[in-house]
């Protein structure tokens, strides 16, 4: 992890400023142009303030651009997923003709032969030198990372209103040890109890604030799941033991907070040892106490559903000392108790972060109209429940509701960024961070990308490494017709029922190469699935040989596409849109699905449940649930919904949010741009989650 590693993922880079006293450089302009050759080559664009510093460095000093540029280029290679040389290990390389040159047969015939030990290379057509690409490729611009570029950079992620994928985790812990500090306060709990640990290595105190922070705090020091999805054996040392029962002593909710985990809280007290300090800590040794005995220690949540069960109005007062709690059950609240629920559910809505009341605007927005409701504990889709939606609440309280809500958001966004805004209506596509335990990606969930009218094919990836033995990491792709009844499977043993419309390049065995590398790539033909009848296609990851992607070496999926599959390298690094490590303790991946009618890509990045043995298996099920997921993804909270009761104001004049500045002019001011590809303009990036925040 770098500096470099971290401003690209935000269309930034550094360049240095070098002072020499050699002689001017003659040759500025082509080494210049040489780099920027480079840059396209990796799918950038330089803006003109980029290319006015190369300038300045090549004229300082061309050892210092070469050296810069080493160093640049590793990271360019690592976010285009080109470190691992993915095409290398494709079984067929003169893919996609070789494998359409083959009937059914010959390919199984040698399919089988390479299960049976045979090596691909006596197998294989000599690899044909491929053309050379030419076509339209949609570029990203690359803007100069001003000096407090890294600080806000650190900043938007501490204020994430999701947990930290793991590629974030590394940039804390990147942050933290280059000396960092926190410069505001971290409302996502498991990124906080993260960042705590992060910041002990150091010598450095966050305070935590609930016994539930404290619990994840003591799991993550055992090498447990902070989340607290999965039981932690606790294992601490004396001084982890006394840090703990430091902390958890100054908790404002110690009685009542144990309750929420009570098996796992006995267990952890047993390990604290409370007994020996009880003469320090005697309010944490009575609550022990109790628990080990058994005792009822009363809840705020006990109280609660006593009142619900007696549909007791004294209920209301109660929930409004904990809005959140309050917005959490507001759908059965007015069930029960209509509009009387009002007046005491308004006057909180204030107190509520902006992400929760942007979520709960959505919710109730759609919650009369959407055909299913859709459960995800703690974030995680491997164990999402689907149901029939039956909710019928009155539209005059839900509209009353949202009223208040836009007006608490106008008012918050005003305060920070003033009350004039150029937006455009694509921002509906950017989605917020909300809470996604299986994620991999930076972008939210539901967040959709178009796929432009010149582009013809898409192409997919998986790769893994496993020196430990033989296992595959498959990459699938399910289609289905407008109604998401299933129209066909192209995955490793469901190669050729799509015909020429989607393509598998093979499937390989990983240990016949020293590293234990592997690949698999599938092209999809977006004219011909369309012409077959297929409108939608969802993109799986499924582990074979039922090893979780944690437990792997390394597991990595891509996406790229262009108009010429048969030109250009299998994986070109300026057709690649997504590249990304495959993480979680899981066997499944959802990545995407794709509309074919309207080209649009959204993306899913979820576990849902699968049989990991064949995506060809899984066709039923995701026939069942795509629907319920689809609603469930267009009700996430977009950008659009923070800045919908703003007039659009004259471009000159207002702050900009779009989805991309092609066609606008950015000079020398604030400005969010979730895909920047003007490289006229100059600009300081306002990050998602600034805005998420708010």
């Not at 280029?73 to 997923?81: D, F, M, N, R, Y």
């Not at 129209?487 to 065995?509: I, K, Q, R």
Request: charged share 20%; glycine share 6%; hydrophobic share 40%.
């Amino acid at each position: 992890m770098n500096t470099n590693d971290i401003l690209l993922h935000h269309f930034l880079i550094e360049i240095p400023n070098v002072d020499s006293a050699t002689l001017p450089n003659t040759n500025v302009e082509q080494i210049v142009g040489t780099i920027t050759t480079n840059f396209l080559y990796y799918g950038y664009v330089p803006s003109q303030e980029v290319l006015a510093a190369l300038k300045t460095l090549a004229q300082a000093s061309e050892s210092h651009l070469n050296e810069w540029w080493k160093g640049l280029e590793k990271s360019l290679k690592k976010i285009k997923g080109a470190d691992k040389n993915i095409g290398k290990y494709i079984v067929y390389q003169n893919f996609p003709k070789e494998v359409l040159q083959m009937s059914e047969a010959e390919y199984w015939t040698k399919q089988i032969l390479i299960y049976l030990g045979v090596n691909p290379t006596y197998l294989q057509q000599a690899p044909i030198p491929r053309d050379p690409m030419f076509e339209q490729v949609d570029f990203r611009v690359l803007h100069l990372a001003r000096p407090d570029a890294l600080k806000n950079v650190f900043a938007s992620l501490l204020s994430k209103p999701a947990a930290w994928i793991d590629q974030e985790k590394e940039e804390i812990t990147w942050f933290v040890k280059q000396g960092f500090t926190t410069p505001t306060e971290i409302l996502f709990k498991e990124n906080l109890v993260f960042a705590a640990m992060a910041y002990m290595k150091t010598n450095q105190v966050i305070q935590l604030g609930t016994t539930t922070d404290v619990l994840r705090l003591a799991a993550g020091l055992s090498g447990g799941d902070i989340s607290l999805d999965t039981h932690t054996k606790f294992k601490l040392g004396r001084s982890q033991r006394k840090y703990i029962l430091s902390v958890l002593q100054g908790v404002g909710d110690l009685s009542e907070g144990v309750m929420r985990h009570k098996n796992r809280w006995i267990r952890l007290f047993h390990q604290l040892h409370v007994g020996e300090y009880a003469k320090k800590y005697p309010k944490i040794y009575q609550v022990a106490q109790a628990l080990r005995a058994g005792d009822k220690l009363p809840t705020y949540n006990s109280q609660v559903e006593a009142y619900l069960a007696k549909q007791d109005p004294a209920l209301l007062p109660l929930l409004a000392q904990r809005p959140g709690e309050f917005a959490r059950r507001i759908v059965h609240v007015l069930a029960v108790f209509g509009e009387q629920t009002l007046p005491h559910f308004l006057p909180v809505l204030s107190k509520l972060e902006t992400i929760k009341l942007l979520k709960l605007k959505r919710f109730l927005r759609t919650c009369n109209e959407r055909d299913y409701r859709v459960f995800t504990p703690k974030g995680s889709w491997l164990k999402a429940q689907i149901a029939l939606n039956n909710t019928t609440l009155k539209a005059q309280y839900l509209q009353m509701i949202v009223r208040n809500i836009d007006q608490i958001v106008q008012q918050r966004v005003i305060e920070k960024f003033g009350e004039t805004f150029f937006y455009t209506a694509d921002i509906a596509h950017i989605k917020l961070p909300t809470n996604n335990k299986d994620a991999v990606s930076r972008y939210p969930k539901g967040t959709v990308f178009q796929i432009p009218q010149n582009i013809q094919f898409i192409r997919t990836a998986t790769y893994w490494e496993d020196t430990h033995g033989t296992s595959w990491m498959d990459n699938g792709w399910n289609f289905f017709d407008a109604n998401w009844q299933p129209y066909g499977t192209c995955c490793w043993n469901n190669t050729h029922e799509m015909g020429d419309a989607a393509v598998f390049s093979g499937d390989p065995v990983n240990s016949y190469n020293e590293g234990g590398s592997a690949g698999q790539l599938i092209d999809l033909y977006l004219n011909k699935l369309l012409q077959y009848g297929v409108r939608y296609a969802v993109w799986n990851i499924l582990s074979y040989s039922h090893i979780q992607f944690d437990d792997m070496k390394d597991v990595r999926g891509l996406m790229m596409w262009g108009e010429h599959p048969e030109k250009g390298q299998l994986i070109e690094p300026s057709r690649v849109n997504f590249a990304f490590p495959v993480t979680g303790k899981a066997l499944t991946k959802y990545v995407c699905y794709i509309d074919l009618v309207t080209r649009r890509l959204v993306l899913m990045d979820n576990n849902l449940w699968g049989n990991v043995h064949s995506a060809k298996v899984n066709e039923k099920v995701l026939s069942e649930k795509m629907p319920a997921v689809v609603e469930y993804l267009d009700a996430i909270p977009s950008l659009l919904d923070i800045f919908e009761t703003f007039p659009v104001a004259p471009a000159p004049d207002a702050l900009k949010v779009v989805y991309t500045d092609e066609q606008l002019a950015i000079e020398n001011e604030k400005a969010f741009v979730f895909l920047p590809k003007n490289k006229q303009n100059q600009f300081e990036p306002i990050a998602l989650e600034t805005l998420a925040t708010v």
